[in-house]
């Protein structure tokens, strides 16, 4: 068993839970923090920090609202806190640097971190694969339609489990101190390969209906999506069909020693779990 603390953030998340599970079957000790965790974490209650980070060596940080300049200065903060507290080192799970504004206020995050005095591994992520199993665009596909603003453009979707097994390995191996590793998925798909991919695994029929982002927009404030969020979605999905996220990087199989999950792969055990039970003919 390890004797030092890793405090794991967000751990009721796609990826912080994994990376708790990840790290206790490997023996180390964890504190998987939340907001309704017993020992309660909020990022928008500096009150919760300090004995969320006692005895903590090294730090899995999620942020929810990474995007926001107010979100960066969170967690540059909370750093800070950090290192008062004796911790020395953070995963943070970051975004690609693509120059906007949403990323401007990322890197004003890992840029905090480090000035605080942690040795920081950034993990610049991509969508992950569990999006269309565990989050918001699970609904489309359930009702049979990805009503979605990407045009044709592609991503290299990457699978929840491969960045909990790189995170886990950063926060318990020194040699991936002060690393940024792009982690995507080994190719890349538009939506329409990937209503085809589903489809072929449910044996039912999902498909692409390319919007413009003001028609999506509209939608999902239709639908009794906030405005704000509405707006913030259509954007993260109009940087991909402005063809900005199609690259494709091999650090997951470098920091792993075998290859990215394919999203065919994780679509087989999505379908085979029955997560897609209800898709609509």
């Excluded at 920081?120 to 596909?141: A, G, H, I, K």
Aim: proline content about 3%.
């Amino acid at each position: 068993m390890s004797e030092n603390m890793i405090l794991v953030t967000c751990a009721t998340g796609k990826t912080g839970s994994r990376v708790a599970k990840f790290l206790v079957k490997a023996g180390h000790a964890v504190r998987a923090v939340s907001r309704r965790s017993t020992l309660p974490f909020d990022w928008e209650d500096d009150r919760t920090w300090s004995d969320a980070l006692d005895g903590v060596d090294s730090i899995y940080i999620v942020h929810p609202g990474l995007g926001r300049m107010e979100a960066a200065l969170q967690v540059s903060e909370f750093a800070k806190v950090a290192v008062a507290k004796g911790a020395t080192r953070a995963v943070l799970a970051s975004t690609p640097d693509d120059g906007s504004d949403f990323s401007n206020s990322v890197r004003a995050a890992e840029q905090g971190v480090v000035s605080a005095g942690l040795v920081l591994t950034s993990l610049r992520l991509r969508w992950f694969n569990q999006n269309f199993s565990e989050d918001f665009l699970l609904d489309p596909v359930l009702s049979g339609e990805l009503r979605l603003p990407t045009g044709t453009g592609k991503e290299a979707f990457v699978d929840a489990d491969d960045i909990a097994e790189v995170a886990s390995l950063a926060l318990t191996d020194e040699q991936h101190g002060g690393k940024y590793y792009e982690l995507t998925g080994p190719r890349l798909l538009g939506f329409a390969d990937v209503a085809e991919e589903i489809s072929r695994v449910t044996e039912r029929r999902v498909r692409y209906a390319a919007l413009s982002t003001e028609e999506y927009v509209a939608e999902q404030i239709i639908l009794g999506i906030p405005e704000g969020w509405a707006h913030t979605l259509g954007a993260l999905y109009t940087d991909i069909a402005n063809h900005k996220l199609e690259s494709i990087s091999g650090d997951v199989e470098h920091v792993l020693g075998r290859p990215a999950r394919d999203f065919r792969d994780f679509a087989t055990i999505a379908s085979a779990n029955g997560l897609w039970n209800s898709v609509n003919h």
